[in-house]
């Protein structure tokens, strides 16, 4: 079966830095997207990640290793309006989405 | 930017109503998809479509139908609801052109049956 596991919640500090792992088994892989979705709200696009390595974008930073099937989110310089949940997302050989659970992100100041 | 619209925020239904939900997009695109949201698992897929009046069913079908009439729009029904279709439902649309661009969300619509 296909699998996309993270972790159900996480708590930082304002400031502070926090990974955001994210670890993978589909049938086929065509890149992996991460979402973010603040409660109440629509998923919006983070980043997109088809080959190894990291991808930097401004405090967002997102890594692949598609031999280990593992992604993770970097998220640096914490903002009170980073507590949200964070969608990770895996296109199949199929190209249809599979989604994680999400992981919901708490800042405290 | 590309708005996708859904009819609304929040809907209560009894068991055994017929519920439309709807979804409007203005980006012209090809690909229109409806999931469900229920706490602790993810992202679920209903129905989608990649042109008007074509439809494929995803992984939850049962108890849903859609329609596809004009390309902006995509509508998701129930034909009697039950209350295990209590959930938040969320559309999306992406452009039919590259497999791997990003899906475009609605608000999303909190259905109730009570």
């Known amino acids: 079966g296909q699998n996309i596991d993270q972790p159900t919640e996480m708590t930082a500090t304002e400031g502070a830095i926090v990974q955001i792992n994210c670890t993978y088994q589909?049938?086929?892989?065509?890149?992996l997207f991460w979402y973010q979705q603040h409660a109440g709200e629509a998923p919006t696009f983070l980043s997109y990640?088809?080959l190894d390595g990291l991808e930097e974008k401004g405090r967002f930073s997102s890594f692949l290793s598609r031999s280990k099937g593992y992604s993770y989110l970097l998220l640096k310089e914490l903002q009170m309006k980073d507590s949200a949940s964070y969608l990770c997302a895996v296109l199949d050989s199929n190209y249809q989405l599979i989604w994680g659970a999400g992981t919901k992100l708490i800042i405290k100041p | 930017d590309v708005k996708v619209t859904q009819s609304s925020r929040y809907l209560v239904k009894r068991t055994g109503e017929k519920v439309f939900l709807e979804c409007v997009q203005d980006?012209?695109?090809?690909?229109m998809f409806w999931y469900r949201q229920d706490p602790g698992l993810g992202l679920r897929l209903i129905y989608f479509?990649?042109?008007?009046?074509?439809?494929e069913k995803g992984d939850i079908p049962e108890g849903y139908s859609v329609s596809r009439e004009k390309k902006e729009r995509f509508s998701l029904i129930l034909e009697s609801a039950s209350t295990n279709q209590t959930s938040m439902y969320l559309c999306?649309?992406?452009?039919?052109?590259?497999?791997?661009?990003?899906?475009?969300f609605g608000p999303g619509t909190r259905l109730t049956v009570l």
């Open positions: 589909t049938s086929g892989f065509n890149g």
């Open positions: 990640n088809v």
């Open positions: 980006m012209d695109h090809e690909n």
């Open positions: 479509s990649y042109d008007v009046k074509m439809k």
């Open positions: 999306a649309s992406k452009s039919g052109g590259v497999e791997t661009d990003t899906q475009y």
